[in-house]
């Protein structure tokens, strides 16, 4: 039986590429990025998702962020969640990333979102189905952009 708040969870999956098969996954649809009642998943990357895929519960959040790393090109969009002090340190491909490190990758970004964002990469975003499903089910969490010179 669907309910409401079935309708409501954002999920988005990753493009299936031979990578999927060559790192071991198969040919499964991974999850990039899930919202639900429970709160959100941030998917690994292609070649350790399972090592670095990450859950974090609404209790700890206090805002979601999309923001912009500056490239050599148009730039990559990146997915974040804002997380109360003191809440444990996530998986993920930035996770061993020095305060240092993260100031010159993307010195408009706070550290700890930098260690608790994801490039949307291999994945589409779709902004209107992420509002829906935060404001469902975490109505006082905002949905937050960061322009690409400040936060």
Do not use: C
């Not at 031979?18 to 999850?31: C, D, I, S, T, Y």
């Not at 993920?92 to 993260?102: C, D, V, W």
């Not at 992420?130 to 006082?140: E, N, S």
């Amino acid at each position: 039986m669907n309910t409401d708040h079935d309708h409501a969870v954002y999920e988005a999956h990753f493009m299936r590429t031979p990578l999927q098969l060559l790192v071991g996954a198969g040919w499964k649809r991974l999850v990039a990025f899930r919202v639900d009642s429970a709160g959100v998943l941030l998917g690994g990357s292609l070649a350790q998702y399972e090592k670095q895929t990450a859950f974090v519960p609404w209790e700890d959040i206090t805002s979601l962020v999309v923001w912009q790393q500056r490239t050599a090109g148009q730039g990559l969009n990146h997915i974040g969640v804002h997380r109360r002090p003191g809440s444990p340190r996530l998986a993920g491909p930035n996770s061993r990333m020095t305060p240092e490190q993260a100031a010159r990758t993307a010195p408009h970004v706070e550290y700890e979102l930098l260690l608790a964002s994801r490039p949307i990469s291999w994945w589409r975003l779709a902004p209107e189905r992420l509002k829906v499903a935060t404001d469902t089910f975490a109505p006082g969490i905002p949905v937050l952009a960061y322009d690409r010179l400040s936060p």
